[in-house]
């Protein structure tokens, strides 16, 4: 997992799973164009883990995939 890929390979690679993405180039409203995946997985805690070891500069972590409908978010 060392090169730079787009949302589209990321979303196709990872679909289901948590990433974690250093480095993340972004469009002006924020979504993710491309970035190196440096850990990823279906359980979130291992991969917040992974963020909080590697205590990367720059980063973006977040699902890849459909959101169950009995989810709710805060921001």
């Known amino acids: 997992m060392n090169e730079v890929m787009?949302?589209?390979?990321i979303?196709?690679?990872f679909d289901g799973e948590w990433v974690l993405i250093e480095n993340p180039e972004t469009t002006p409203v924020?979504?993710?164009v491309r970035g190196k995946?440096?850990?990823h997985g279906r359980d979130?805690?291992?991969?917040?883990k992974k963020m909080?070891?590697?205590?990367?500069t720059r980063s973006a972590f977040l699902f890849v995939g459909?959101?169950?409908d009995d989810?709710?978010?805060?921001?």
């Open 6 to 9: 787009t949302w589209a390979e």
């Open 11 to 13: 979303e196709a690679a």
């Open 30 to 32: 924020l979504e993710i």
């Open 37 to 39: 995946v440096v850990f």
């Open 44 to 48: 979130k805690s291992l991969v917040q």
């Open 52 to 56: 909080k070891e590697l205590q990367l």
């Open 66 to 68: 459909e959101h169950p």
């Open 71 to 75: 989810v709710a978010y805060l921001l």
